[in-house]
């Protein structure tokens, strides 16, 4: 017995206008079943859908099929993230009106995605550039701003010098932008910030509730929220004859005998002096800033330092310690500056094992006394204090 083989030309066109004839898919607020609300990401107009489009609106398509064929009001909405520098830039490159340009591309790519049969509801269509949906994001912030939940000041960022726009770190590829190719530059722009951070033991309880979301995933959102416990100490130093404090933050207090240097950002006032006398250092620096700005990017990189001809004095030994620049420490996490406890942080075990700089163990784990080689995960974990004077033999928090 054979089997006629599917003619999706015909089989598609005649089943796509079946049931755009039947509003199959338009979602209506009275019905009366549960509802479902399913939403992938919205693609940029960039004038073309590629597979990986096909394969995330696909598989946003089975759940919303799946959930609709089980009783559910399913509500499948499509739009477009259409707005900022990027559709400018390539509007002026084709010699175009952002609008026109947007808008095109926005009805090139609609077609695209119609012809895949997708279960969507286009009547919710929406797309980010247009005035009757950004208006409510400018009202949503005015009401934040009256509620003080949202701050203005300076960070870094990740800078496109072609697109002369902002690129998010997933935009960023081995330190380029992932559309011209260009190497990002950080720079330290003026921008407005949601207070998400008052929200933070809230958001990091909920994670406990999300069941069945891959670990990593919830990490990542752990990593994003960002909640550090942990205290501030204070480095004595001298700076061109003036007395100053180092200040690093850190969640492993207990470990601080075993801090053996200081390692400060390439933007730090420390790095910024002593670079204005060492043309070497200089150069660091400025290479420094082609890097990442996010912590996620600074455990993949080569650990790279230069010494800042600076010492600082360790607050319970008095022995002076070297400061370095680091391009591992991040000018907008804590200080800007990071104690280095080789002995039980994987960074300052790869930096200190680099440049020759003193390890010293003062945690004692069941994996043994001694500083493991490789580097092992467990010697970051919580354990009891040794070779740390008075506090021999006490736990993290007690040490702390």
């Known amino acids: 017995m054979r089997t006629e083989r599917y003619n999706a ?58 959930r609709r064929a089980k009783g559910f009001n399913v509500l499948h909405p499509m739009g477009w993230d259409a707005f900022g520098m990027p559709a400018e830039n390539a509007a002026r490159l084709n010699k175009s009106h952002p609008g026109t340009w947007t808008y095109e591309n926005i009805a090139t790519m609609r077609g695209q995605l119609k012809s895949m049969g997708l279960s969507l509801d286009w009547s919710r269509e929406i797309a980010t550039c247009d005035p009757s949906y950004y208006k409510h994001q400018q009202r949503m912030f005015l009401d934040f701003l009256k509620s003080g939940l949202v701050d203005r000041k300076k960070s870094k960022v990740n800078w496109d010098p072609v697109d002369h726009t902002v690129l998010a770190n997933e935009q960023v590829i081995d330190g380029r932008g992932w559309r011209p190719g260009a190497l990002v530059e950080q720079r330290e722009l003026t921008q407005w910030f949601f207070k998400i951070s008052n929200f933070a033991d809230d958001l990091n309880k909920a994670l406990d509730g999300l069941e069945r979301w891959p670990e990593k995933v919830r990490l990542m959102q752990k990593n994003w929220i960002g909640r550090s416990e942990g205290v501030k100490i204070g480095f004595p130093y001298e700076l061109a004859g003036e007395q100053r404090t180092l200040w690093v933050f850190t969640t492993r207090a207990d470990t601080l005998m075993g801090a053996t240097f200081c ?97 010293t163990c003062v945690i004692r784990h069941p994996a043994g006394d001694s500083v493991p080689a490789p580097w092992k995960e467990e010697y970051a974990e919580h354990g009891t204090c040794m070779n740390s004077g008075k506090y021999d033999g006490l736990a993290f928090q007690a040490a702390v």
Not at 37 to 59: C, D, K, Q, T, W
Request: with cysteine; proline share 6%; aromatic share 10%.
């Open 263 to 359: 390692a400060v950002a390439a933007e730090h006032p420390i790095a910024l002096w002593a670079a204005e006398k060492n043309p070497e250092l200089k150069k660091f620096v400025d290479e420094c800033r082609q890097g990442g700005v996010q912590e996620a990017d600074l455990a993949k990189i080569e650990k790279k330092g230069m010494p800042a001809g600076v010492s600082v004095v360790h607050p319970l030994t008095g022995e002076k310690l070297p400061v370095w620049v680091g391009n591992y420490v991040l000018m907008g996490y804590g200080e800007g500056a990071v104690m280095g406890v080789p002995a039980h942080d994987e960074r300052g075990y790869a930096f200190a094992l680099k440049y020759g700089l003193t390890i």
């Open 9 to 66: 030309r015909e089989a598609e066109r005649k089943w796509q206008a079946t049931w755009d004839e039947k509003e199959l898919f338009r979602t209506r607020n009275e019905d009366p079943k549960p509802k479902y609300y399913v939403l992938e990401m919205f693609p940029y107009p960039s004038g073309r859908i590629h597979m990986g489009h096909v394969r995330n609106y696909a598989m946003g398509d089975v759940v919303a099929r799946f």
